[in-house]
Protein backbone atom coordinates (compact mmCIF):
# COMPACT_ATOMS: atom_id res chain seq x y z
CA UNK A 1 0.00 0.00 0.00
CA UNK A 2 1.44 3.57 -1.07
CA UNK A 3 2.06 5.88 1.97
CA UNK A 4 -0.69 7.97 0.67
CA UNK A 5 -3.58 5.72 0.80
CA UNK A 6 -2.09 4.39 3.63
CA UNK A 7 -2.25 8.28 5.17
CA UNK A 8 -5.97 8.50 4.01
CA UNK A 9 -6.91 5.08 5.90
CA UNK A 10 -5.35 6.32 9.08
CA UNK A 11 -7.85 9.57 9.60
CA UNK A 12 -10.56 9.64 11.31
CA UNK A 13 -14.13 10.26 10.65
CA UNK A 14 -15.12 12.75 9.60
CA UNK A 15 -11.77 13.41 8.06
CA UNK A 16 -11.08 10.56 6.46
CA UNK A 17 -14.49 10.75 4.21
CA UNK A 18 -13.91 14.42 2.93
CA UNK A 19 -10.82 13.92 2.16
CA UNK A 20 -11.22 10.59 0.16
CA UNK A 21 -13.96 12.92 -1.45
CA UNK A 22 -11.45 15.76 -1.96
CA UNK A 23 -8.65 13.51 -3.68
CA UNK A 24 -11.33 11.88 -5.91
CA UNK A 25 -12.18 15.66 -7.23
CA UNK A 26 -9.08 16.66 -7.93
CA UNK A 27 -7.43 13.63 -9.75
CA UNK A 28 -10.75 13.72 -11.70
CA UNK A 29 -10.55 17.66 -12.51
CA UNK A 30 -7.10 17.54 -13.33
CA UNK A 31 -5.41 14.08 -14.45
CA UNK A 32 -2.29 15.73 -15.12
CA UNK A 33 -1.79 15.76 -11.24
CA UNK A 34 0.73 13.59 -9.57
CA UNK A 35 -0.46 12.56 -6.11
CA UNK A 36 2.40 11.96 -3.82
CA UNK A 37 3.48 11.98 -0.07
CA UNK A 38 5.79 14.23 1.69
CA UNK A 39 6.32 15.98 5.28
CA UNK A 40 3.91 13.07 6.43
CA UNK A 41 0.92 14.66 4.29
CA UNK A 42 -0.64 14.09 1.06
CA UNK A 43 0.88 16.62 -1.94
CA UNK A 44 -0.25 17.34 -5.72
CA UNK A 45 1.80 18.50 -8.30
CA UNK A 46 2.04 19.39 -11.91
CA UNK A 47 5.20 19.51 -13.73
CA UNK A 48 6.63 18.72 -11.12
CA UNK A 49 5.54 21.75 -9.21
CA UNK A 50 3.48 21.51 -5.86
CA UNK A 51 0.13 22.84 -6.67
CA UNK A 52 -1.54 21.67 -3.04
CA UNK A 53 -1.48 19.82 -0.24
CA UNK A 54 -4.51 18.09 2.14
CA UNK A 55 -4.05 18.02 6.01
CA UNK A 56 -5.46 18.68 9.56
CA UNK A 57 -4.15 20.97 11.56
CA UNK A 58 -3.76 20.65 15.28
CA UNK A 59 -7.08 21.77 17.25
CA UNK A 60 -9.07 22.10 13.78
CA UNK A 61 -12.11 20.84 12.81
CA UNK A 62 -11.80 21.20 9.23
CA UNK A 63 -9.48 19.65 6.31
CA UNK A 64 -7.06 22.10 5.19
CA UNK A 65 -7.08 22.43 1.09
CA UNK A 66 -3.50 24.35 1.10
CA UNK A 67 -2.96 25.90 -2.57
CA UNK A 68 0.98 26.62 -2.66
CA UNK A 69 0.04 29.68 -5.00
CA UNK A 70 -2.75 30.55 -2.79
CA UNK A 71 -2.13 34.06 -2.83
CA UNK A 72 -1.86 34.63 -6.42
CA UNK A 73 -6.02 32.75 -6.09
CA UNK A 74 -7.29 35.13 -3.59
CA UNK A 75 -8.68 38.21 -5.39
CA UNK A 76 -10.72 35.53 -7.74
CA UNK A 77 -11.28 33.06 -4.67
CA UNK A 78 -12.14 35.38 -1.98
CA UNK A 79 -12.57 32.21 -0.14
CA UNK A 80 -9.47 31.48 0.48
CA UNK A 81 -8.00 31.77 3.89
CA UNK A 82 -4.86 32.53 6.06
CA UNK A 83 -5.02 31.35 9.02
CA UNK A 84 -1.76 30.97 9.76
CA UNK A 85 -0.46 33.97 8.66
CA UNK A 86 1.56 32.07 5.88
CA UNK A 87 3.25 34.36 2.89
CA UNK A 88 2.27 32.31 0.17
CA UNK A 89 -0.26 29.53 0.83
CA UNK A 90 -3.52 29.79 0.97
CA UNK A 91 -6.49 27.53 2.24
CA UNK A 92 -9.94 26.41 1.55
CA UNK A 93 -11.23 25.02 4.79
CA UNK A 94 -13.60 22.20 4.22
CA UNK A 95 -15.38 21.51 8.05
CA UNK A 96 -18.55 18.46 6.14
CA UNK A 97 -19.32 17.12 2.14
CA UNK A 98 -22.84 18.90 3.17
CA UNK A 99 -21.58 22.33 2.78
CA UNK A 100 -18.86 21.67 -0.02
CA UNK A 101 -19.89 23.23 -3.25
CA UNK A 102 -17.80 20.56 -6.05
CA UNK A 103 -18.18 22.95 -8.81
CA UNK A 104 -16.55 26.11 -7.05
CA UNK A 105 -13.85 23.59 -5.46
CA UNK A 106 -13.05 22.42 -9.47
CA UNK A 107 -13.21 26.20 -10.84
CA UNK A 108 -10.83 26.70 -7.88
CA UNK A 109 -8.45 23.93 -8.94
CA UNK A 110 -8.23 24.57 -12.85
CA UNK A 111 -7.22 28.12 -12.17
CA UNK A 112 -4.78 27.17 -9.65
CA UNK A 113 -3.68 24.58 -12.21
CA UNK A 114 -3.20 27.22 -14.73
CA UNK A 115 -1.59 29.98 -12.49
CA UNK A 116 0.79 27.09 -11.92
CA UNK A 117 1.82 25.81 -15.17
CA UNK A 118 2.32 29.72 -16.21
CA UNK A 119 5.23 30.37 -13.31
CA UNK A 120 8.73 29.05 -13.67
CA UNK A 121 8.73 28.07 -9.76
CA UNK A 122 6.15 27.22 -7.45
CA UNK A 123 7.18 28.86 -3.84
CA UNK A 124 8.27 32.47 -5.18
CA UNK A 125 8.89 34.27 -1.99
Known amino acids: ?10 QKQPYQSIMLYLRSVILKTLPEAEEYYSYKIPFYRIDKKPLLYLNILKGKT ?26 Q ?12 NQQEFETLLIAAATKLKASKKAWFI
Open 62 to 87: YVDVAFVQGILLEPEFPELKNDNKRK
Open 89 to 100: VRSLQVYSLEDF
Open 1 to 10: MKSVDQYFLN
